[in-house]
């Protein structure tokens, strides 16, 4: 895997664990990849490959939609510069 330079999107979001509120940031980074096969951590259910459009669907909540979004046009203007 290879980190893509440049990208780097934070989130912060805050939810409720019992009765207290915990706050969290989250920072996406872009990379890329020749291998297939992906190994998840226990955190995660699984994984798949989607077009961007088809990822797009996938999501539910809006601020993962703009990561994606974001990341699109990065990506775009990022090959367009090659």
């Given amino acids: 895997m290879e980190q893509i330079p440049n990208f780097k999107h934070k989130i912060h979001y805050v939810y409720k664990k019992g009765k207290e509120f ?12 020749n291998e297939k096969d992906v190994k998840v951590s226990f955190e995660h259910a699984g994984y798949t490959w989607l077009p961007f459009e ?19 046009q990065f990506l775009k203007n990022f090959a367009s510069k090659k």
């Avoid at 915990?22 to 990849?33: H, M, R």
């Fill in 54 to 72: 088809d990822a797009l669907k996938k999501l539910t909540f809006k601020t993962d939609k703009e990561v994606l979004t974001t990341a699109e």
């Fill in 22 to 33: 915990v706050s969290k940031d989250v920072i996406y980074f872009l990379a890329k990849t």
